[in-house]
């Protein structure tokens, strides 16, 4: 495939941004075992590319995207079990991947956001939609469960919310979805929500790119663990080889001098 044709582009940008674009609109961005391989391949360039600061998961057209492709789901229905567990843990991946990249990740949900794609949805560190997305955990509806991606959904929107939608399969609102933790910020319309998206990237170009991914390691360091001697520990020895490190001294150094860090760009 040519990028014109691949149903996920990678676009990298002059400012450090690269953008991971599911392009399949006319199916409703839909994935499949193929999709997934294409998804996993585009995060871990990214992540391996020193010259990307901050990576935007989004989609072509009017829907994030409805889930797993039917076509997909047909043969995985008459697939072995082995041959079903081997598409399984390929999905496991795609989301491990995602939510343990290491650059922040901003998710853009436009429309509808149905089964797999909460998941993807859930990993993402900041996500912003609009008034007009919607979201469902639909897999009970055909029989089946929303598996893999359940550990980062129940993390994100809490073991209660969880219970009742995966069992119902009901469609919530983006109001509900912020209520809930899926969603940080909605916005009118799309419009507003690439407005938002560009105030986001210029609040995150302001800090340390290794503090940032400092930090989100540090939330997956002490989440769910309690407050004991060696999470106490650990993170006295975060905070201090942080410190001391090139990063480090150099925002301290910035902000004591009151000059801007050498990470911040020159304004325009």
């Known amino acids: 495939m040519t990028d014109n044709e691949s149903a996920v582009l990678l676009r990298h940008r002059s400012d450090g941004i690269a953008e991971v674009v599911l392009n399949r609109p006319d199916k409703r961005n839909a994935f499949d075992d193929v999709i997934i391989q294409q998804l996993i391949t585009a995060l871990e360039n990214v992540d391996a590319d020193d010259n990307t600061k901050i990576v935007i ?48 990740v901003i998710g853009l949900v436009q429309g509808a956001a149905f089964g797999g794609a909460v998941g993807l949805a859930a990993c993402c560190d900041i996500v912003i939609a609009t008034e007009k997305s919607s979201f469902c955990l639909s897999e009970v509806k055909l029989g089946l ?38 969603v940080h910020i ?10 938002r ?55 301290l150094s910035a902000f004591l001098n009151k000059r801007k860090a050498n990470w911040v760009p020159e304004e325009e």
């Open 197 to 251: 998206c560009n105030e986001m990237l210029q609040q995150l170009a302001m800090n340390g790119p290794e503090a940032m991914k400092a930090a989100k390691d540090l939330v997956f360091a002490v989440s769910h663990k309690p407050i004991n001697d060696d999470v106490i520990d650990d993170t006295a020895h975060r905070i201090a080889d942080i410190r001391v490190g090139e990063e480090g001294q150099e925002g």
């Open 57 to 104: 998961l989004r989609s072509e057209g009017k829907h994030f995207s409805a889930g797993a492709d039917l076509g997909w789901m047909r043969r995985m229905a008459d697939n072995s079990r082995q041959e079903n567990l081997d598409d399984s843990r390929e999905l496991a991946r795609l989301m491990n991947v995602l939510n343990h990249l290491s650059k922040p």
């Open 145 to 182: 469960i929303p598996a893999v991606i359940s550990p980062y959904v129940v993390r994100a929107i809490g073991e209660r919310q969880a219970r009742r939608y995966f069992i119902s399969a009901e469609v919530f609102t983006a109001k509900q979805a912020q209520e809930y933790g899926l």
């Open 186 to 195: 909605v916005c009118d319309d799309v419009d507003a929500m690439e407005a």
